[in-house]
């Protein structure tokens, strides 16, 4: 592929970013230029399950499958797949991990060869010294984002067992300051 064509397609994936649908064609550009292009093979694990989180990816081509597998082993095991998800471009992953200091809650692996678009927790910090308002709003993304699965995970664990629970696990992390670290 020519560098010209490569680079109407990454310009397209970033614009076209679902994650990023809050900035301007300017700031996603900005971000656009601190990716770092990476290829897998199909059957590939990009990172694992409890791995600590580096950064995010947008999926140039291919499909990837986030899962609860934490190893090729595991993927012998059909049952972990029907909570599987299947993205594929313009998707990203990942974001969580650039804003906080999270463990992977999934497994990423590779259904195809994969094209992907890296920005990692360097790049972040280059952003927040080249354009701070950029990376304050990419950051009021990611507490949008960290808010909203909160809110569905106490909420489930509400209606699927006693709000009590959910209600000690909230304030249990709240008064958890050390974990924030």
Do not use: W
Request: with cysteine.
């Amino acid at each position: 592929m020519s560098t010209y064509n490569r680079l109407k397609q990454q310009t397209k994936l970033v614009l076209q970013s679902r994650f990023l649908q809050n900035l301007s064609t300017l700031e996603r550009y900005e971000i656009l230029q601190l990716c770092h292009r990476r290829t897998y093979k199909s059957g590939e694990f990009i990172f694992y399950r409890n791995d600590p989180g580096t950064g995010m990816y947008f999926i140039e081509d291919g499909s990837v499958e986030l899962t609860v597998m934490t190893s090729l082993e595991d993927e012998q095991d059909i049952d972990e797949h029907k909570n599987a998800f299947l993205l594929n471009s313009p998707d990203s992953f990942g974001a969580l991990s650039i804003g906080y200091n999270l463990k992977r809650k999934t497994s990423a692996l590779c259904k195809t060869d994969c094209t992907l678009l890296g920005f990692f927790k360097p790049d972040f910090e280059v952003l927040m010294d080249r354009h701070p308002q950029i990376a304050v709003k990419f950051l009021q993304m990611l507490t949008n984002i960290a808010l909203r699965q909160l809110e569905t995970a106490l909420t489930t664990i509400e209606e699927n067992h006693d709000p009590r629970i959910a209600a000690q696990i909230e304030f249990d992390a709240y008064y958890d300051i050390e974990r924030l670290d």
